[in-house]
């Protein structure tokens, strides 16, 4: 009853300046990703108001090209939102039926795991295949609304300070599945520092 978001939200991508012309200004569309490590599963990737973090996360992947940040206007429509207790109770339906698949095919559930000496789960293959497994439950059955975005909230990084729970890279990832979500793109601009913020 409550997983449609009735709010307009700001998302930030972050590509290469070709990526963005190519968006921008020859009007085509992102690409979804379809890692199997793609933590809230396979979509368009946004953080949720933070052009910062897009920018970040661009220039550490966009090495041999220069970086940008496409700024979107997104619906969320029905929202798989994981910051919603109720949620949880959804991801653990996809878990168990995910885990009985696996059981009856005689196959290893997949694993979240680190990348070297890094502590934050970056590779989340089972977190993947549990919300894809959702989409898949969803789509066969008859009655069922397929989730338009999933949502979610990604803890990482260091401590901001000595015995901090917060982390110095946490953010807000949204996914989107349906790409009518997106009401519009646009160039973010640079805040004109004479006037203050709002």
Sequence with gaps: MYHHSPNLVLGFHGCTKKVFKKILFHHEELEFSNNSYDWLGNGIYFWENSYDRAMDWAKGHCKDE???VIGTVLDLGFC???MDY???QVLKNGYDLLKEESRIF?????????IGKNTDLLIRELD????????????M?????EYDSVRGAFIEGKPVYPGSGFRDR???????RNPNCIKGYFAPKIENENYSSV
Excluded: K, W
């Design 66 to 68: 220069e970086p940008a």
């Design 80 to 82: 798989l939102d994981l």
């Design 86 to 88: 109720a949620s949880m």
């Design 106 to 114: 005689n196959t290893e559930l997949p694993v979240n795991r680190n």
């Design 128 to 139: 993947c295949a549990v919300i894809e497994r959702i989409h898949l439950y969803n789509h």
């Design 141 to 145: 059955v008859d009655g069922n609304d």
């Design 170 to 176: 946490t953010h807000i990832q949204i996914c989107v």
